[in-house]
């Protein structure tokens, strides 16, 4: 299996669309969390990897709204 060096447009609507659930690379569902998230102002970053594949990535998550609890 020949791997993108970069993701295309196409691939991070699907990303984001399946809710981040398998790789963006190879769609492996084997991903795992690397380090802890990183919180920038209202955005909050998150390093994932793939176990099959072996790529990493960086999930973008920015905040909008508030529930009580």
């Known amino acids: 299996m020949k791997l993108a060096k970069t993701l295309t447009d196409e691939q991070k609507k699907i990303y984001v669309e399946n809710g981040g659930s398998v790789c963006p690379y190879c769609g492996s569902e084997y991903i795992e969390i690397n380090g802890s998230p990183q919180v ?14 072996g790529r990493g990535w960086c999930d973008s998550y920015i905040l909008n709204d508030v529930v009580e609890m």
């Open 40 to 53: 920038e102002g209202l955005e909050v970053h998150q390093e994932l990897y793939c176990t099959d594949c």
